[in-house]
């Protein structure tokens, strides 16, 4: 997960959601999580990734136990295993006995914390993407109304 093809995935992924949503290249990307109510790729793969490990680490069939075990606990950074479960804990802040905390409210809550300043910034968006698209209309009389 800490490899500079999976940063190369999200600045595309990221610049895709910019064009889909015909958001000016320069909008903020902690903007599009926002906007568009979805956690950042990152994130969103750095969860999955948690919870796959978490899996492997109390699965009943003990070969996959194991080999999880020793990848995260023994092997650590120098196993792919070990390397995404310490790589998962450390964006979120856990010690690596903590990896089984992770989900997707546990993200959800993190990176809303993280981006709770933008929120009125990506409300905004929000609003005018939906008047663009036509699936709301900015009302005259309450426009007059505010400036009051």
């Known amino acids: 997960m800490s490899h500079s093809s999976i940063d190369n995935v999200c600045i ?4 895709g959601l910019r064009r889909a949503l015909g958001l000016p290249w320069r909008t903020h990307s902690a903007l599009l999580a926002l906007v568009t109510g979805t956690l950042p790729l ?13 899996k492997c680490l109390t699965s009943d069939n003990s070969l996959v136990n194991f080999v ?13 295993v070990g390397s995404n479960a310490l790589w998962c804990c450390m964006r979120f802040g856990l010690r690596l006995d903590m990896l089984k905390l992770i989900n997707r409210n546990f993200v959800s809550y993190h990176v809303s914390t993280e981006l709770h300043t933008y929120n009125v910034t990506a409300s905004v968006i929000y ?3 939906c008047v ?17």
Not at 70 to 80: A, C, D, I, L, T
Not at 132 to 148: M, N, P, T, Y
Request: aromatic share 8%.
């Open 68 to 80: 999880a075990r020793h990848g995260v606990y023994v092997f650590g950074q120098n196993s792919p």
């Open 132 to 148: 663009k698209s036509h699936q709301a209309e900015l009302s005259v009389l309450g426009a007059a109304e505010c400036r009051h």
């Open 42 to 54: 990152m994130d969103e793969l750095l969860c999955r990734t948690a919870m796959f490990v978490s």
């Open 127 to 129: 609003d005018l993407l």
């Open 12 to 15: 595309a992924w990221r610049k």
